[in-house]
């Protein structure tokens, strides 16, 4: 490697943010950045960094989509019994974070985790791709395995299994909303002087907003 990652730098810039004439909830603000994020970059927009903790205190994140976002939360879906899925249910905490470089923007959001219910989780499964849904059926999210033979091989019965006729939703995979109690907007801005607005949730559900500094 030639290049000096140190060296590597990015001039940012963007509208402004106050609190001054900002909306009382951080949700109109969410969808606006959202929307503007599918038009800048549809394939990624939705894309999501998902943090939790396990039972010793140890913080884990990965990647997960978007699948549907209003004032009640942020949707994502995956195995329940997966190490997220896990984590999640036995703590109902966790932390997502979503950045949008061609918008030098940043949004991180903290709150409570809940599961969807099942029949919000069935539409969607099947509205998901054949393939999707059998890989749903085939993989035993986050378990050891022999190699890719091993997930061939179910595939391949889970076909035969489900040959004509609809792929219903493993009981095992579903989706979480996490329902913010903070979400943090962050724009980059010329000389490292970012803004940052930050929306807390009170406890009679009205919303505070704070600017940082960057």
């Known amino acids: 490697m030639n290049r000096d990652i140190a060296d590597v730098r990015h001039d940012y810039h963007g509208d402004m943010l106050s609190c001054e004439g900002a909306e009382p909830t951080p949700f109109p603000l969410f969808a606006h950045w959202l929307e503007q994020a599918l038009e800048s970059d549809a394939e990624h927009a939705n894309v999501m960094t998902l943090a939790s903790v396990d039972e010793r205190g140890f913080p884990h994140a990965r990647t997960v989509l978007l699948k549907g976002s209003d004032e009640q939360g942020m949707v994502f879906y995956t195995n329940y ?11 109902g905490h966790a932390a997502l974070v979503f950045w949008w470089p061609q918008l030098a923007r940043q ?108």
Request: a neutral charge.
């Open 81 to 91: 019994q997966s190490h997220k899925g896990v984590e999640l249910t036995t703590t």
């Open 107 to 214: 949004v991180r959001v903290e709150g409570d985790v809940e599961k969807v219910d099942g029949a919000q989780s069935d539409r969607y499964f099947a509205a998901r791709p054949r393939e999707s849904q059998l890989a749903a059926w085939a993989s035993s999210q986050s378990s050891v395995i022999a190699g890719r033979e091993e997930l061939t091989m179910q595939l391949s019965a889970l076909r035969q299994r489900f040959a004509d006729q609809p792929i219903e939703r493993p009981p095992h995979w579903g989706g979480f909303r996490l329902r913010p109690a903070m979400i943090e907007f962050w724009q980059g801005q010329p000389g490292r002087l970012h803004d940052r607005l930050r929306y807390t949730k009170n406890g009679d559900d009205s919303w505070q907003c704070a600017q940082l500094a960057p």
